[in-house]
């Protein structure tokens, strides 16, 4: 379960991107996306794939599936 909260962490960072932008980008206030990154909150499907579209990767390589994107 852990996974997915650090990937999408990983791939903001990778992106050179803050949480802020990441929030914005996916219709979600700044803090709720951090709840998300931090597992404070689970992420809803529509948020997941909301990232998985922002960041071109498959909901499953987020969820820690597959391990290519």
Do not use: H, W
């Amino acid at each position: 379960m852990m996974q997915k909260y650090q990937r999408i962490r990983d791939l903001r960072e990778d992106a050179d991107l803050t949480q802020k932008q990441v929030g914005e980008a996916i219709n979600v206030p700044q803090r709720t996306y951090a709840y998300y990154e931090s597992g404070q909150r689970m992420v809803p499907p529509q948020v997941l794939c909301a990232l998985a579209d922002f960041y071109n990767v498959s909901v499953d390589y987020i969820l820690g599936r597959v391990d290519e994107m």
